[in-house]
């Protein structure tokens, strides 16, 4: 089999597969920049970065180094289960296969444009299974108010004046009741929401927060979700670094969007089919062999 056969046959297998050959995927961001000013909770210290060293050395080869400092939870970030349970896993345990999960987005910007306190109900992930088809097991399931495009106002995104008492905020959270279904019916791996907490910050028992993270699932905060994220086809990650005895930690948190999918073009993946084609390649290369 010559050279050139071989990686045709190759070629053809892959794309089969559905391997993005000389296509790549689509990525992202779902992260806001840390900075002086970036949102964290009052009484969490701020992100604060300051430069050690920065400067040409004898030999001529400019140096920069940083030093940074903050709060856990600040900006876009992850909690871990140590977060709510005491002497729990920590990010330095947290595995790392619960943290990258087919993703969907519920859209709900509608609901909170409307109620700045809405929590989103069981109903509604059941409306958005009926338009964009089940959510896979053990997803990354988004939330999206709408509200990522307040992130740099504070007094918009908190619906208050008072940003050093938490007890004024209002902000749209998703239901114990919805959040409960999809752990029981979908296996939910990791929750995300473009606000500061997927809990109402006027409960303070966080039903949530000490419902998930004793199962391990990982609870995203302050996402950027963008509007041009399409409401599912698309895989999400987000690794925190491995903190000793962390709680939580900003996180850069991405989509890498499954194109192929996205545009329509249909995916061979039959095993059977494969095999067919496998079998009719390997055929005419051996004929072409023979025949020269
Ligand atoms: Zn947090």
Request: glycine share 6%; hydrophobic share 40%.
């Amino acid at each position: 089999m010559t050279g050139s056969t071989l990686m045709s046959l190759v070629t053809a297998l892959m794309s089969l597969w559905g391997f993005p050959l000389g296509q790549a995927y689509m990525f992202v961001d779902l992260s806001h920049v840390q900075n002086m000013t970036t949102l964290y909770w009052p009484g969490v210290p701020t992100f604060n970065r300051t430069i050690v060293a920065a400067g040409t050395s004898a030999n001529g080869i400019w140096i920069e180094v940083g030093a940074f400092s903050s709060g856990e939870h600040g900006g876009t970030h992850i909690d871990v289960p140590r977060h709510f349970i005491e002497n729990g896993m920590d990010l330095k345990d947290f595995p790392l296969e619960r943290t990258v999960a087919e993703g969907v987005v519920i859209d709900c910007s509608a609901e909170a444009e409307r109620n700045a306190d809405y929590a989103v109900t069981k109903e509604k992930i059941e409306q958005w299974e009926e338009k964009h088809g089940r959510i896979p097991n053990e997803a990354a399931v988004l939330f999206r108010f709408g509200y990522a495009k307040k992130f740099w106002e504070p007094e918009k995104y908190l619906n208050t004046q008072q940003l050093d008492d938490a007890t004024t905020y209002h902000f749209p959270s998703v239901s114990l009741e919805a959040v409960k279904w999809l752990v029981k019916s979908r296996n939910l791996k990791m929750i995300g929401m473009d606000v500061p907490s997927p809990d109402p910050p006027t409960d303070l028992t966080y039903p949530v927060h000490r419902l998930v993270l004793p199962l391990n699932i990982m609870i995203m905060e302050n996402v950027n979700i963008v509007p041009s994220l399409p409401p599912r086809n698309f895989r999400l990650h987000a690794a925190p670094i491995r903190i000793e005895n962390g709680t939580g930690v900003q996180t850069r948190i991405y989509a890498m969007l499954y194109e192929r999918m996205n545009d329509g073009s249909p995916r061979l993946s039959s095993p059977l089919f494969v095999s067919f084609v496998v079998c009719l390649s390997l055929v005419s290369a051996v004929v072409k062999i023979i025949s020269q």
